[in-house]
């Protein structure tokens, strides 16, 4: 999970070898923080 300095959303971020990652601002961390920890969670099951 990456937590972004400046910002008020909540992403998926895709990389070039269809690796993905969550991308969190600060503004939302405490909102949107247990969704970013599910999507991580979820790609190894």
């Known amino acids: ?4 300095e400046e910002g008020s ?3 998926m971020s ?3 070898g ?4 969550a991308r ?3 503004e939302v961390l ?3 923080l ?3 920890l ?8």
């Open 1 to 4: 999970i990456e937590i972004i």
């Open 30 to 32: 405490a909102s949107s």
């Open 18 to 21: 269809g690796t993905s990652m």
């Open 14 to 16: 895709g990389f070039g």
């Open 34 to 36: 247990p969704s970013a």
């Open 9 to 11: 959303t909540f992403e």
């Open 38 to 45: 599910m999507f991580e969670l979820s790609k190894n099951l």
């Open 24 to 26: 969190v601002g600060r």
